[in-house]
Structure formats: C-alpha cells, structure tokens
C-alpha cells in the first residue's frame, strides 16, 4: 500500500501567519495518463471532511485562494496563507493513483 | 444540490455485520464513484471502497472478504455491509461521492462495536 506520511502532526499557528503541510508518498502518484491524484481535506471540528484542493494544486469550488496545493512525485506541500479561525481542524492528504487509496496520518492546525 | 445521508445502527455486536445505507439526492448514483470512508478514534482515516456508476466495486484488501457494497438504483441508494465486526471496527462511517475529489459527503454516523 502507498503511505502518506504527513509532517508535522500538530501545527500551532497565529491568525494571519502562513502554515505549511508536507505530505511526502512511498510511491510516485503520478498515474500512468499523466494525472496526479492527490488531494487535500479538512475536517473541521463536529464537521464531516471537505474537500480543498484535488489534482494537486486545483482548489475546490468557493475554496479561498489563500490555500494552495503544490508538488509532484512523491513530495506534496499544502499552503495556507493568512491563517483565518475557519481554517482550524485537522488536514489530510489523500491518494487515488494507486489501490488501495490511502489518506495520510492527518495534520491538526490550531491556535497558538 | 447533491446531499447524502448515512443511516444504519449506532451498535453493533461482535461477530455480527454491520449495515449501513447511504441516500443520496441531487445526483444520480448512475455516475461517478460512491464510496464508504471511516474515521477511527483519534485521527485515522480509512477508505472502505466504492461502487462506481456501473456498478462495479474496489475494496480495501486490509477489509478482506467482509466487505460488500451494493446498491439500488431505483431508490438512488448504496449500501455498505461489514461482517464479523469486532471492537477495532468502532468508527464514524461517512459515505461520499467521488469525481475529482470526494466532494460530497454525508454527515456521518458513529458506529461502536460493543456486546
């Protein structure tokens, strides 16, 4: 199975500061048609998981452009610049290239 | 606008099965991808499988043979059944629709596995 491997596990952040998230991938998950299925999710407390960014750097409609998606290969970053209170939960990356799809381990984001 | 809705037993015993429903509105189930994702206590998350607009299915191999998702187009619904169910199985069971993302999602429903 492809693992995820999400750094850092917690992140404490100021409103307004920039936060960043690495997902790093035992595999390449660039498919075979060129397509990188990777994307991002966060759950927002009592909330179910939403969608931000897929394809790897493709936001999400009504997502805010202050989340950005980058990266390729095996190594994947998610922005957030400008941290706003509706942005604290718990982040993950998620793959679909290869079976099974695996999330990564998760990534909680809250205030200093 | 697309809405699912998971609903199915909040308990369930040890070595019994687990099933779940998923009703969907706004979209037909005829395309695209349906899938069963749980989140565990704490922060993991597992995908389960899905069903395709087809009517094909992918399982997750860690589930084995006590998997089965099906559906039934007439009432736009999907169904997850788990069998053998043990303790480690307790999660929020979420179903969700795949296209470039999942990007519909039911609300959830915990499921605690317990005699």
């Known amino acids: 199975d492809v693992v995820l491997t999400q750094t850092p596990v917690s992140l404490s952040v100021t409103l307004g500061d920039q936060a960043s998230i690495s997902c790093r991938s035992s595999q390449s998950l660039e498919y075979s048609d060129g397509y990188t299925y990777l994307e991002w999710y966060l759950q927002k407390p009592g909330q179910s998981p939403q969608l931000l960014i897929y394809?790897?750097?493709n936001r999400f409609s009504g997502v805010p452009d202050r989340f950005i998606g980058s990266g390729s290969g095996t190594d994947f970053t998610l922005k957030i610049s400008r941290v706003e209170p509706e942005d604290l939960g718990v982040y993950y990356c998620f793959q679909a290239t290869h079976d099974p799809w695996t999330f990564g381990g998760g990534t909680k984001l809250e205030l200093k | 606008e697309v809405q699912l809705q998971e609903s199915g037993p909040g308990l369930v015993k040890p070595s019994q099965s687990l099933s779940l429903t998923c009703s969907v509105t706004g979209y037909s189930i005829t395309s695209n991808y349906w899938g069963w994702i749980r989140k565990f206590p704490g922060n993991k998350m597992e995908w389960m499988g899905y069903?395709?607009?087809?009517?094909?299915?992918s399982y997750n191999p860690s589930l084995k043979s006590r998997i089965s998702i099906t559906r039934d187009t007439s009432k736009n619904q999907f169904f997850l059944q788990l069998n053998s169910v043990t303790t480690e199985d307790t999660a929020t069971y979420y179903c969700?629709?795949?296209?470039?993302?999942?990007?519909?999602w039911g609300q959830g429903v915990m499921v605690t596995v317990s005699s």
């Open positions: 069903i395709s607009y087809s009517g094909s299915t």
């Open positions: 969700a629709r795949y296209r470039t993302g999942f990007d519909y």
């Open positions: 394809g790897v750097s």
